[in-house]
């Protein structure tokens, strides 16, 4: 499924969903969730997300609109904080961006980019088993964006879900560089799901 804001099906498709217009990357995935349950392919206790730098504010947007949706979700250097980064110019690639997002100096572009960003939607509902990875040296997603975004979903949440935080202290925000290195840490992405899914049999955690 490739909803709007992305490259894959043409620049009208890319354009559809920038500025103001942004949710309607999230409404579309959401969208494609539902209906996968309807269609009955899965059920939201089977079905996780994931997301990767903007992926990763796709998954800060979903969970905080439908969290009800998913059992768990994976979220590696996740874009979160958007008022904060989009407003410091010193943050590399930040003004570069306001192509992207909008001009928080710009009060329409403040208003829409605020209605979404994971971090100041964060409120007190139940949420999915959140897996959160980040990098110390990362210089385009901080690692203060995921680590408030963590301690903001821990406080206000309802529910008994683990929402944990990997912090890398030697890696960017392209992780490991090291193939084996990124194996083992794709490997435990992967083995937090299953466990989530309740996949994994009582040998497998020996």
Not at 14 to 29: G, I
Not at 97 to 123: L, T
Not at 139 to 148: C, F, H, L, N, S
Not at 152 to 176: C, I, Q, W, Y
């Amino acid at each position: 499924v490739e909803g709007r804001g992305g490259g894959e099906m043409g620049r009208t498709w890319y354009e559809s969903a920038k500025y103001q217009h942004k949710p309607r990357t999230f409404t579309d995935f959401i969208d494609c969730a539902n209906a996968l349950v309807d269609l009955k392919k899965t059920t939201p206790n089977m079905m996780t997300l994931e997301g990767r730098s903007a992926g990763g504010l796709l998954v800060g947007a979903v969970v905080n609109m439908a969290p009800g949706l998913f059992k768990a979700g994976i979220a590696g250097v996740p874009f979160v904080d958007v008022m904060n980064t989009m407003s410091d110019p010193s943050i590399p690639l930040t003004t570069g961006e306001w192509e992207e997002w909008g001009n928080p100096n710009i009060e329409k572009d403040f208003n829409d980019m605020i209605s979404y960003s994971p971090y100041d939607n964060v409120r007190a509902q139940d949420y999915p088993a959140l897996f959160v990875a980040s990098g110390l040296y990362d210089p385009r997603v901080a690692y203060w964006e995921p680590a408030k975004w963590v301690s903001k979903l821990r406080e206000l949440k309802t529910d008994d879900n683990p929402v944990m935080l990997k912090m890398d202290l030697s890696a960017g925000h392209f992780s490991a560089s090291d193939r084996y290195r990124l194996y083992w840490e794709r490997s435990l992405e992967m083995c937090f799901l299953l466990d989530q899914l309740k996949c994994l049999q009582p040998e497998d955690y020996a």
